[in-house]
């Protein structure tokens, strides 16, 4: 309904009048081919309704100065009418009222709506692990978590200075002793041969000379002592 028609009937609003605001102009709900419009033209009152038969529009029910409800009807007799329709006015505001099927169908859409949310919801704390299987993982059993652990200590260096470089050295000389036999160029490639030079041996009649020229020095005969002095004959 138009503003300046609420504004001009909704003082004055009761249950005698209320048909008449109902088949305003403004009003897309009523059929102006109803019984109620014959009624008007030929200026009779509502009871005559009851004789007629065809659509009309009766008043259901009344709460002033607030709620009014209009039921759109089929009259086929005096004794036989069929509910088409249900409106209500609310401070002069016309509304259609849903019809059965559509408030049943809304209902369930909407709990529908609830259901696959919760679902949804559920699905979101489901883990599963193929060594521990399914397990529920929610929000707030990660904040006992974190209350439940200890706080951190400050974290120390896993190793000195001098453990180090005493570690650095030993692995130097350890590559010096032991060089490796294969390097790779690239991850993925075949390894290569590394070609160790090895120092030269001495040959071993060298060495056996070497060693036998301490025996030789050391069984050296000594050096001859002076001989004896030589008897001569006395003379007589």
């Known amino acids: 309904m138009g503003i300046k028609e609420i504004a001009g009937w909704v003082p004055i609003l009761n249950p005698g009048n209320v048909l008449d605001y109902f088949s305003e102009r403004s009003n897309p709900f009523y059929d102006r081919t109803c019984n109620n419009e014959v009624v008007k033209m030929q200026r009779l009152t509502l009871e005559h309704l009851n004789q007629m038969v065809g659509v009309e529009y009766i008043l259901l029910h009344a709460q002033e100065p607030i709620l009014y409800i209009i039921r759109k009807q089929q009259r086929q007799s005096q004794t036989q009418v069929i509910p088409l329709a249900d409106y209500y006015i609310i401070a002069g505001v016309v509304y259609q009222a849903p019809d059965l099927g559509t408030v049943i169908s809304s209902r369930a859409l909407s709990a529908v709506h609830g259901i696959q949310s919760a679902f949804d919801e559920a699905m979101s704390y489901c883990r599963y692990h193929p060594s521990k299987g399914y397990w529920w993982h929610f929000k707030d059993h990660e904040e006992r978590d974190a209350r439940a652990r200890p706080k951190s200590k400050k974290k120390e260096e896993p190793s000195s200075l001098f453990q180090r470089h005493r570690v650095d050295t030993l692995l130097l000389d350890l590559r010096s002793k032991f060089p490796p036999t294969f390097y790779q160029p690239k991850p993925g490639e075949k390894p290569i041969p590394v070609e160790v030079k090895k120092e030269p041996e001495p040959p071993t009649e060298t060495v056996k000379q070497e060693e ?15 001989p004896p002095p030589e008897k001569r004959a006395r003379l007589q």
């Open 212 to 226: 036998r020229e301490p025996a030789t020095k050391s069984s050296a005969p000594a050096p001859p002592s002076k």
